[in-house]
């Protein structure tokens, strides 16, 4: 069912995919990594601390995350990016409507994002947003837009149908996995209640990472044949220095 979902709207939703206690550590983590990060919002916690972290790189290489995206890319699976969204009560910002291919070097533009919910993320706390069926469109252009207070300063530079929307509302554990040609965005967090969700950007291993230098400060082998680019080594636990975590001591050699 999800897949005739994907294929006919851009995107689909699977519940209850992680456990609570695993959940629960993620939760542990974004704040870990605002205390580390104190120069960054929760809304800029991404890429080039992804592959020294080992808890980071242990959530993104679950198999039962790798497993929905083997549904999706087949299963030679590498990480080419991830990104926590924290937004935090009141002041969380918009993100702006965008096709996420319109910004990545990726060749052929064959990957997927599966977006984990950390929080419960509704309407009040500035859910995702997705424009079903947009999917189908090509690739847009993307623009500056200054003097809006969102996450990223660009958006597509195409006109939005809002009417059209709608509103992926996820509870903790819960994934919504969409296509890299989708119109999506989310709205400010006017509640008070944070909205943080984890992005994950899984590529087949055939399809090449072209940003320089290489390897891409995120790229990761997680299941299967190594195919087409080069990955950053698995991270080292070190006690003291990383977060601890369930199974951290088969991450420590």
């Known amino acids: 069912?999800?897949?005739h979902e994907y294929d006919t709207d851009g995107y689909a939703i699977f519940r209850n995919v992680l456990d609570t206690e695993l959940i629960g550590e993620a939760d542990e983590h974004v704040r870990w990594l605002q205390e580390r990060h104190p120069g960054r919002s929760g809304e800029?916690?991404?890429t080039e601390l992804v592959a020294r972290d080992p808890f980071w790189v242990r959530l993104v290489s679950d198999d039962r995350l790798l497993d929905i995206a083997e549904r999706f890319i087949g299963p030679d699976i590498a990480l080419f990016a991830s990104h926590y969204i924290a937004k935090p009560p009141y002041t969380g910002k918009a993100v702006l409507w965008h096709q996420d291919g319109a910004f990545w070097p990726l060749d052929p533009?064959?990957?997927v994002t599966l977006w984990l919910a950390v929080d419960r993320s509704t309407p009040e706390n500035g859910c995702l947003r997705v424009i079903p069926g947009s999917h189908r469109q090509d690739l847009h252009g993307v623009r500056e837009r200054t003097g809006e207070d969102a996450v990223f300063g660009v958006e597509s530079d195409v006109a939005v149908d809002e009417s059209r929307a709608v509103d992926v509302i996820l509870e903790p554990g819960d994934a919504e996995?969409?296509?890299?040609n989708i119109m999506h965005g989310s709205n400010a967090n006017a509640s008070p209640h944070r909205r943080c969700g984890l992005t994950i950007r899984y590529?087949?291993?055939?399809?090449?990472?072209?940003?320089?230098p290489l390897p891409f400060p995120s790229a990761l082998l997680l299941r299967g044949r190594a195919g087409v680019n080069e990955y950053q080594p698995r991270p080292r636990y070190v006690p003291g220095e990383h977060l601890p975590f369930r199974g951290a001591e088969e991450w420590a050699s």
């Open 44 to 46: 800029d916690l991404s």
């Open 1 to 3: 069912m999800e897949m």
């Open 177 to 180: 996995v969409h296509h890299p």
């Open 109 to 111: 533009m064959r990957v």
């Open 203 to 212: 590529i087949p291993t055939s399809t090449r990472i072209t940003a320089e």
